[in-house]
Structures are given as C-alpha cells and as structure tokens.
C-alpha cells in the first residue's frame, strides 16, 4: 500500500470514483481512492440510475448537463459499457403553476445549454401510449435524458482512472485523519497510513463520520427512499419485439413520482410525505449493500396517482421493493468545494441525484483542486452555505422536508417552514406585530413584506388545484384568518402591499431589518497593508470612511462583497451578504498572515442593523442624536458613532435601495430600545417599516449587483461593470494579473440594465433566456418591478456588442417573449443626488 500521494479519495461509490477519475485526468496521477468494502456497495448499487437534466439551479443543470454528455464519451474511452438508455424523459403538467415552473426552466435550460421540448397531451400520448393524457395540460421532454446502470458506470469510472495512473484500494477503512506539523493530512486505515496533501471526502452515508474525524459538523444526513419494480406486462412486452423503442421515463410531478420501463415491467419511484431520516450517526461498521424494511402503506397515495394515470401499473404484481438511503442536505442541493476551516480538505457529499451530478460534481472539484478555480459557478453547492446553526436536529427535520418536495413546484419565492423560526434577531416579534412576512437566509428570520392588520387569502383566492403535490402557500400564521402569500411565478397577492412600501421609502422614511448581514472585524499592525492585497478596490485610507470592496477569484471574476469601514487606524469593520457567512469569513481566515500581524473577530451575533432609508430619515435620526448629520458634517460614504436617544450605533450612510439614508450597526442588547425609539419618534415622520422583497425592487432601479447573479467566478470583475471598484493601478492584489489577462484575450460578457416591454402579470426574475432575432444573446441575472420608475426591470449580462444603450433585443418570461430595451445604468437617479441628499 502507497504510504505518500497528491490527494486521497475517500469513498467508492460513482462520487468518489468520478472525483480520482477526473482527478488523474486533470495529471494528478498520483492520487488514491480508499473504500471500505467493494465499489458501490454504500447507495450507488441501489440507485434507480435516471440521469434527469432538470434542475432549476444554474450551478447543478451545468453539471447534470456535463454528466450526461460525459457518461457517453467515457464509454468510448474505456470500452466498457455503462449501459446508458437514452430514452429521454416526460415531466407531465397538470396545472398552470406547473406549466410556469416548465417555462421558467427553460430559460435556465436555454443558458446552460440543455435541450428541453415542450409537447402537447396528444404528443405525450404518441411517445406513453399506456399514459392517460386527457387531463394534462401539457409536458416537457428532455430528448438527451434517459437512465444509466450505476455499477456499470462506476466501474468504467474505475478503469479510466487507472488507467491515468490513479489507485484504488478496496476493503481499506479510514480510522483516522491528522494534520500533521507541516500541514500534510495523514488518513489512517487498517490497512496502513498514506500521507497526503488533499483529502477529498466522497463517503456518502458516512459523510458525517468522516467530517467528524477532523472535527466538521458535514450538513448531511440520508433520508429512506423507496421504489417499487413490478413483474412483466404483457403490452411492454409487445412492444419490444415489435422493436418499438422504449416509452422512456415519465416523471407526473403533481403526483410525486418517476415511472420508467424495467426488464419488460415498469419501476416506480415516489417521492412521499413522511419518508424518515436514516443513518443519522452514520451507518454500522459493516454496513455493505444494506436496505431497510419496505413500507408500502407510506407509498399508497402515489402508486394510486400512477394507476390513474398508468392503468397498466395495476395491472401486474410486485416483483420487488428497493428501500435504500439517498443523501441529503437541508435544500436538496449537493455539497460541492472546500471544507470550512481545514486547508486542502474537500466535500463531495449530500448527492441526492449522485448519478447524476457524479459526473459534473467530480469535473469541478478536479478544476477547483488543481487549477484553483472551478470553471463554473459553484456557489449553489458551495459547502460552505449553510452555518454552524444546521446541525443533527435542524438536518433532520430539513432533509426530510427537502425530500418530501423534490416534485414540489420550485416557485422562486417559496419559503418553507420545517426548523423555523431558528435565529431571530431581537425585533423580530415587534416585527412580527407590525405585519412582516418572513423568508429566512443562513438561519436568520428577516421580514419579507408587510401585511395589513386582518389580512389573509381566502379559500378562492387560493384557488389551490386539485393534485397531490398542492402547496401554493405557506401554513397560516398564528392569529391570522389564511395564509398571507400564495406563491406564483407571476406577480401574485404581495405585489401591490411591495410596491406601497417602495413608496413609503422614496416619499418619507421606511426602516428594514438587515441584522442578519456577516460582520467582521480586522485589526492589527499589518491590517491595512493585508487588506489591501485581498480586495481590488483601495481600502479606506481616513478613519470613518466607506469603501465597497471585492475580493477577487483567482481567475478574476468575484469571489465576494464587503462594505468596509475604516473605525480606527489600524482597525476595520466589515459588513458582507448575511448568506456568505461562512464562505467569507473561511476565505479571509485561509489568507490570513500567519506572523499575528492581523487579528479576525467574527462579530454577526453581537451587531444588529436597523436601515432608516427615505428623504425624512435625517430628520427623524436627528430627533434622536446630538450627532451632526448634515451633508458637511456627515456626508455619504462616511460613518460615525452616535447616540441613539440613550442608546448607541455605528451609523453607515450607505444602503442597497438608493435613498438617502443610515445603516445603523448596534450592539444586538440594544436594538429593541433602538428600535422602540425610531417608531416613537417616527410617527411624526410617518415611519413605516419595509421588507427584502421592497429593498430587491429598489436595487434593480439603481443597477445594484448581487453575487452570486450579476458577479460571480464566471464573469470577469470588469464585465460586471465593477470598473469605478476595481483599481488595476494598485499593486498586487488577488486576480489582478488574471484579470488583466482576461481583459487582454477579450470579455465575452458585459452588464446591462434592461426595460422590459408589454408586461402584464410577470416580470423576469433571473435565468431567462436573451434573444437578438433567434441568436442567444444573453442571460438574466435578475428582475422585477421598479416601482419609482414604474417600468418593468432586468439586470444582464450580455454579448458586449449588443449591451450599448438603446439596443432592441427580447426576453422571454414564461414562454413568452418580450420586447426589451437596453437603457443607462442606475434608472432610478443616475446623479445619486436623493443618496447624497
């Protein structure tokens, strides 16, 4: 046994086999795969194989859409048959909700390159003869999709890999993992030590064994899933040696469940309410090929759904139940990328389509291991997206509500309830009784909109279709008479209560709680000079001033966000997106100097933010301060720490909506006072309080960039308009010389701000598809309605050629195309003189 490598897998299923795969194809060939029993043996054996390209994640569709074209060429590279049946796949529509999902996906389709068909009941009937159709309203087809042999693919996985060199060790279990003195990893196995200098872990049902064994809490834990496989039926039967082709998988997702042909029979797989968590503290040490007892009874409502809609299902016995453990993580996503806290050590885990994304998933770690960056925009499987708050308990009841909605429609503003509330800032019930609606980003409850007193949907207003997979709102509040949100890929019941709160911090003064933002503080001798060589922006240079600053990605796009404010001279306080906690502050512990010249502090739990936004905030502000707040005294981009009545903050005039106004940054003791005394001394302002979705219309008007939308690995800093930001005259900093050779070969891409034309009831919302004539031209990053300009909005990146003003182009939004006009950045006040007011 090899005692040094480059880099040890650990894990055999498709997961770990694709990631040595891809690994030694990258020329790391000295690298080692370790399984504790045989090849497959964890879940890859059971898997139903189906290969679905649908996925309305950016980042998972590239690599589903990777995999599927990759499976086929490793075939014709290894010579071995991964049994691939392209037969393509049907997802059925039996609502309007679920027809909208489709023609939102398939703008995501449409970017990442996907083939997606849509077809008529009668075109479904032409491919599913045994199908009933009469009460569709239509489907989509995948012609590329289809169904592999997983064992099959992971052996040809196997072969490929060593035939570049790599190795693998069966029957070998990890006991162990040290860092050693020189920062090697040392896996320890009962067949013998390796030392090494990655450790990528791919141990499926045991992710959260191996995480333990250097001290990571994996946010993984398996939940049961079942399908049925049943005895031959005489017309598949028929149809085969007919030699008619293969009906393909057939997917009724208002039923919740997958249906394909199998030996002669057919094989049904649903995806129920109830299916439990299994392996919580990882399976038995001689876990091999392993099932749990079937319960049919849970499977009842879908295998009635699949005899209504496949008669011929009920018409042949059971051959067989498969009742095995799939991966899971809290939203259904794979964890894809680097371990938080540990160098060199990498995740691969959670894959709950691990066929699927095996392929893709493997592709990427390979590129972020040894090139430094992955080529495609990763922050969806990004490992480090969830906290430390999603732990044994908060996985559970998350894994198995993600679980129970895989056929759930995916609408874009779906909030669901399972582990909630779990971090609530202190005003959250003062919040909660002035009307909020509440999302929740990295744990946090943050208010969403704003509902008036005895506000609630009725019944009708609903209009909740009758099918097994209904939800179309959230469960009713306490004290209120209906739900208060039916969601919608169209402007639905919020639109209009959204809006009057634009108004309200355009017109007077609105105050949003954003406590959930990441907060850090940088200190030390060595702080500005270090800061300096992280971020593309010059830091601020006199105490008290304001800089927004980018931390580029080793290829020159944008890794992440800061607003950075200088408090003393040799100390900073920096404020970034509450959902990249965990990302942001691993990427400036990992580049931290090592000589204790510079000191980190993670602050988000001991800071609230209350933002006053709106032309009467400094009025309202001042009532409470002794503090100057006039432009001369307190001018934008600046801050200062002030009295708040008998309270305290560390006021920020700056905010994402594009109004004059203060970040107030208070010890988190305080914000109740705080906030009792803004509303008491509001009510002579007319202060009301506002919402994300208020702030997200309001940051469209002012061509505000997000990450991971508008900025991103995958668009260079500069061909996301981040130029006034991005200071190429500095000395070394992060990206700066792959950004300039970037610049050098050309951008592809370039920010646009775009009005969108004849919209009635649906806005963009990101990912569609861009349109000169027939020709791709772009994509959407986001979209929405601009209320203060009252037009239609879509942030872009598009070909620069056609990214100049005035440029005519169309969008297409839920089928439809739309007429879409490139017009000035920022169409809300392009001076910034309400900001600077």
């Known amino acids: 046994m090899k005692t040094h490598a480059r880099a040890v897998v650990i894990g055999g299923g498709v997961v770990g086999v694709s990631t040595l795969y891809h690994l030694a194809r990258k020329g790391w060939t000295d690298v080692v795969l370790v399984e504790r029993k045989e090849l497959t ?8 194989g189906l290969l679905p390209l649908f996925n309305m994640s950016y980042s998972v569709g590239q690599l589903h859409k990777y995999s599927v074209n990759f499976y086929q060429q490793l075939e014709r590279d290894t010579g071995k048959s991964v049994g691939f049946r392209q037969v393509s796949n049907i997802r059925l529509a039996c609502t309007r909700d679920r027809m909208d999902e489709y023609r939102y996906y398939s703008g995501v389709a449409n970017t990442v390159g996907v083939e997606v068909n849509f077809l008529t009941p009668d075109q479904v009937r032409e491919i599913w003869p045994l199908c009933k159709t009469d009460d569709l309203i239509g489907a989509i087809q995948h012609p590329g999709d289809g169904y592999i042999q997983p064992a099959d693919l992971t052996q040809a996985l196997a072969k490929g890999a060593r035939d570049a060199g790599a190795t693998i060790y069966r029957n070998t279990t990890v006991t162990g993992i040290e860092q050693t003195a020189a920062g090697e990893w040392r896996v320890r196995t009962d067949q013998g030590d390796i030392v090494c200098e990655h450790v990528v872990s791919c141990s499926g049902n045991f992710a959260r064994k191996t995480g333990a064994m250097v001290g990571l809490d994996v946010p993984v834990i398996p939940v049961e899933h079942q399908y ?38 057919l094989l049904l797989g649903p995806y129920e309410i109830g299916a439990p968590c299994c392996y919580v503290d990882g399976p038995g ?8 007892q079937e319960d049919l009874e849970r499977l009842e409502p879908h295998i009635e759904a699949a005899i209504n809609r496949v008669p011929a299902f009920g018409e042949v016995g059971v051959k067989e139940v498969y009742n095995g453990a799939i991966a899971y993580t809290p939203d259904g996503n794979p964890i894809v990328g680097p371990a938080w806290g540990r160098r060199n050590f990498w995740l691969n885990e959670g894959h709950s389509f691990g066929i699927t994304a095996a392929g893709g998933a493997g592709w990427q770690l390979a590129e972020w291991m040894v090139e430094g960056e992955p080529s495609v925009d990763m922050m969806g499987v990004d490992p480090r997206r969830f906290g430390p708050y999603a732990s044994r308990g908060y996985l559970r009841a998350k894994n198995e509500e993600a679980y129970a909605n895989v056929f759930t429609v995916h609408y874009p503003d779906e909030e669901r309830p399972a582990a909630r509330p779990l971090k609530r800032s202190p005003c959250y019930e003062r919040m909660e009784s002035l009307g909020a609606v509440f999302g929740h ?18 019944a009708a207003e609903l209009d909740t279709p009758d099918v097994l997979k209904c939800e179309n709102h959230p469960p009713v509040p306490a004290g209120r008479t209906g739900p208060l949100e039916k969601y919608s890929f169209r402007r639905s019941n919020y639109f209009e209560f959204v809006g009057q709160e634009c108004r309200q911090v355009q017109e007077k003064v609105g105050l949003l709680d954003m406590t959930a933002f990441s907060k850090f503080v940088v200190r030390g001798a060595n702080s500005e000079a270090w800061l300096n060589t992280l971020f593309a922006n010059r830091i ?21 966000e800061f607003t950075v404010y200088k408090t003393g001279p040799q100390s900073y306080y920096l404020v970034s997106a509450g959902a990249m906690e965990r990302h942001d502050w691993d990427c400036l512990c990992k580049l931290k100097p090592h000589d204790g010249s510079v000191e980190l502090e ?10 006053l936004a709106g032309p009467r905030s400094r009025d309202l502000l001042q009532a409470l301060t002794d503090a100057d707040l006039s432009n001369p005294a307190f001018p934008w981009l600046s801050g200062q720490f002030i009295n708040v009545g008998h309270a305290q903050a560390h006021a920020l005039r700056v905010n994402f909506v594009g109004e004059l106004g203060w970040e107030l940054h208070h010890p988190i003791e305080m914000q109740n006072t705080i906030f009792d005394l803004l509303m008491q001394a509001g009510e002579a302002f007319e202060l009301k309080p506002f919402g994300i979705r208020a702030m997200d219309s309001l940051r469209l008007e002012k061509s505000y960039r997000l990450i991971p939308r508008e900025m991103s690995i995958e668009y260079a800093a500069l061909e996301s308009g981040l130029d006034r930001f991005v200071r190429l005259d500095k000395q070394a900093f992060i990206g700066k010389e792959a950004l300039e050779a970037w610049q050098a070969r050309g951008f592809e891409n370039r920010f646009a701000t775009l009005e969108v034309h004849d919209v009635e009831d649906a806005d963009a919302r990101g990912s569609e598809a861009i349109y000169q004539g027939d020709r791709l031209a772009g994509r959407c990053t986001s979209g929405g309605y601009g209320w203060r300009v009252g037009k239609s909005l879509a942030l872009a990146m598009l070909r620069p050629d056609l990214a100049e003003e005035g440029t005519e182009l169309e969008i297409e939004i839920l089928g439809q195309r739309h007429r879409a006009t490139v017009i000035a950045e920022s169409p809300y006040d392009p001076n910034n003189t309400a900001l600077r007011a």
């Open 41 to 48: 043996s964890g879940s890859t054996w059971h898997a139903a």
């Open 602 to 611: 993670k602050v988000t739990t001991q800071y609230g933010v209350l933002v």
């Open 540 to 560: 601020p240079r006199k105490v008290g001033r304001l800089g927004l600053c980018h931390m580029l990605s080793g290829n020159g796009g944008v890794r992440s």
């Open 441 to 458: 980003v990295f744990g946090w409850e943050r208010p969403n909109w704003f509902a008036p007193a005895g506000y609630g949907l009725s």
């Open 228 to 265: 049925i496989v049943t005895e031959p039926h005489p017309d598949i039967q028929a149809r085969k040696q007919q030699g008619l082709p293969e009906m393909g998988v057939l997917r009724e997702s208002d039923a919740a469940y997958y249906l394909r042909e199998e030996n002669g029979g």
């Open 285 to 292: 040490a001689e876990s091999e090929y392993e099932l749990f």
